[in-house]
């Protein structure tokens, strides 16, 4: 049975909500998270754990990325929990002499922001990883790349809000959210009523339907992204990687219509997760066969030894895009306590923490020590009905 009442109701029981909810409870607050189907049942169940910092373009995409990384650090002995974190680097994989000159001046770039980025040539980067093609042209290394376990991560902020006190219910679906006076009042769901002052949209892929509950405008929509799971071998690799490829389709759908390029990622347990696409397909998230042949096509051009091993599992989960590629966070002007922290894209698993983080500051404190501005959703003010489709 729900209660009455909260001091705050997250919605949303992915990385982005059980994150708000753990640092919600550690600033004593009365927060309930409400979750209509299972907890990590949306993206955050059915997506990678890198945690890259070299994909992120200089400015507020990598200095959120950048405070995101730091949290993790220490973040299992806090949660007291094996999130299967780990700090080998990663490395982004060049395979046309095009690559080559854009990745050139993207690690240029990256460098004068103050990130550790390195310029591999063909010979180097086989030394680092040994397994990789003889056809490949060179790579770039950073050695602040990591790597989580999604999964743990989800339920190890879940299990920590709920010794703060945190409560949480799944099979429970937020249906309305009454106002008065432009303040929230109310969360109306599909087993009762909690009247609350402070609402926390961290729906992910369905932002946008929980901001139509008070009419609001969100412009985050779902792009799907498949996956492809390969049996565990002995250890091939030991960091992951990206295409490069890959980093120029996140910034340019025409290239990820065409084929996004790939991702690289060797588990604590010894298989490897593929992806992945980029795709405008609404609510769909059943996979391809297209897909999952363009993956395996791609990953065993850069990682040969890959050939012929199994693949024992396929999914697809959608990503909360947002027509700038930044996550929305904080206040939204003329609606007192609501609060949005969704559209991470595909960068929700590495952003949970400082989302989290920065989420519960501003309840608690009405302020943040990491500016917001240049996340907030006016930034979208006018919402183009293009953006939205
Ligand atoms: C293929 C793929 C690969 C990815 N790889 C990476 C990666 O390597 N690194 C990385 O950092 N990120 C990655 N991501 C992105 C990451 O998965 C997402 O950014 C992140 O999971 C978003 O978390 P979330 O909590 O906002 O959304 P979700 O996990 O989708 O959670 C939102 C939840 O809200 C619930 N909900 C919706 N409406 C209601 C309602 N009315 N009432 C109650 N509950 C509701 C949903 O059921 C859902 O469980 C990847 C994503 C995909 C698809």
Same mark, same amino acid.
């Given at each position: 049975?729900?209660?009455?009442?909260?001091?705050?109701?997250?919605?949303?029981?992915?990385?982005?909500?059980?994150?708000?909810?753990?640092?919600?409870?550690?600033?004593?607050?009365?927060?309930?998270?409400?979750?209509?189907?299972?907890?990590?049942?949306?993206?955050?169940?059915?997506?990678?754990?890198?945690?890259?910092?070299?994909?992120?373009?200089?400015?507020?995409?990598?200095k959120?990325?950048?405070?995101?990384?730091?949290?993790?650090?220490?973040?299992?002995e806090?949660l007291?929990?094996?999130?299967?974190?780990?700090?080998?680097?990663?490395?982004?994989?060049?395979?046309?002499?095009?690559?080559?000159?854009a990745?050139?001046?993207?690690?240029?770039?990256?460098?004068?922001?103050?990130?550790?980025?390195?310029?591999?040539?063909?010979?180097?980067?086989?030394?680092?990883?040994?397994?990789?093609?003889?056809?490949?042209?060179?790579?770039?290394?950073?050695?602040?790349?990591?790597?989580?376990?999604?999964?743990?991560?989800?339920?190890?902020?879940?299990k920590?809000?709920?010794?703060?006190?945190?409560?949480?219910?799944?099979?429970?679906?937020?249906?309305?959210?009454?106002?008065?006076?432009?303040?929230?009042?109310?969360?109306?769901?599909?087993?009762?009523?909690?009247?609350?002052?402070?609402? /926390?949209? %961290? $729906? &992910?892929?369905?932002?946008?339907? *929980?901001?139509a509950?008070?009419?609001?405008?969100?412009? !985050?929509?779902?792009?799907?992204?498949?996956?492809?799971?390969?049996?565990?071998?002995?250890?091939?690799?030991?960091?992951?990687?990206?295409?490069?490829?890959?980093?120029?389709?996140?910034?340019?759908?025409?290239?990820?219509?065409?084929?996004?390029?790939?991702?690289?990622?060797?588990?604590?347990?010894?298989?490897?997760?593929?992806?992945?696409?980029?795709?405008?397909?609404?609510?769909?998230?059943?996979?391809?066969?297209?897909?999952?042949?363009?993956?395996?096509?791609?990953?065993?051009?850069?990682?040969?030894?890959?050939?012929?091993?199994?693949?024992?599992?396929?999914?697809?989960?959608?990503r909360?895009?947002?027509?700038?590629?930044?996550?929305?966070?904080?206040?939204?002007?003329?609606?007192?306590?609501? /609060?949005? %922290? $969704? &559209?991470?894209?595909?960068?929700? *698993?590495a952003?949970?923490?400082?989302?989290?983080?920065? !989420?519960?500051?501003?309840?608690?404190?009405?302020?943040?020590?990491?500016?917001?501005?240049?996340?907030?959703?006016?930034?979208?003010?006018?919402?183009?009905?293009?953006?939205?489709?």
């Amino acid at each position: 049975m729900l209660p009455d009442c909260a001091d705050v109701v997250v919605i949303g029981g992915g990385v982005i909500g059980a994150s708000c909810a753990y640092y919600l409870a550690k600033h004593k607050i009365k927060v309930v998270l409400l979750e209509k189907r299972d907890l990590a049942s949306g993206s955050s169940g059915a997506c990678g754990g890198t945690i890259f910092l070299q994909t992120k373009s200089p400015g507020p995409n990598l200095k959120l990325a950048l405070a995101g990384a730091e949290r993790f650090r220490h973040l299992h002995e806090e949660l007291a929990a094996d999130i299967e974190y780990r700090n080998h680097g990663g490395m982004i994989i060049i395979e046309t002499e095009t690559e080559y000159d854009a990745m050139v001046r993207w690690a240029e770039r990256q460098q004068g922001a103050g990130l550790d980025v390195a310029l591999l040539d063909a010979n180097q980067a086989r030394g680092l990883e040994t397994a990789l093609s003889p056809e490949i042209l060179g790579a770039t290394f950073s050695p602040a790349d990591a790597q989580v376990n999604p999964w743990h991560l989800t339920f190890a902020f879940i299990k920590s809000a709920q010794r703060h006190g945190a409560k949480v219910y799944t099979g429970v679906r937020v249906t309305g959210i009454q106002t008065k006076s432009q303040r929230i009042e109310l969360v109306e769901t599909d087993q009762g009523r909690i009247s609350t002052g402070t609402v /926390v949209n %961290a $729906a &992910g892929a369905y932002a946008a339907r *929980i901001g139509a509950l008070c009419d609001l405008d969100i412009p !985050i929509k779902p792009r799907r992204g498949q996956l492809v799971v390969v049996e565990a071998t002995h250890p091939l690799i030991s960091r992951c990687m990206l295409s490069a490829h890959y980093i120029a389709a996140k910034f340019n759908p025409d290239l990820a219509r065409k084929g996004g390029g790939v991702s690289i990622e060797p588990t604590a347990h010894g298989s490897f997760v593929l992806g992945s696409t980029r795709e405008f397909v609404g609510f769909d998230s059943r996979v391809t066969r297209a897909a999952i042949q363009h993956i395996a096509r791609n990953v065993t051009s850069i990682l040969p030894v890959l050939k012929g091993r199994n693949i024992i599992r396929v999914f697809a989960g959608l990503r909360p895009y947002t027509p700038d590629g930044l996550p929305i966070l904080g206040p939204v002007a003329g609606l007192d306590g609501f /609060v949005i %922290a $969704a &559209g991470h894209e595909g960068d929700g *698993i590495a952003l949970a923490p400082i989302t989290g983080e920065l !989420i519960a500051d501003l309840i608690a404190n009405n302020r943040t020590d990491f500016p917001l501005e240049a996340y907030k959703l006016e930034r979208f003010d006018p919402i183009r009905a293009e953006d939205l489709e």
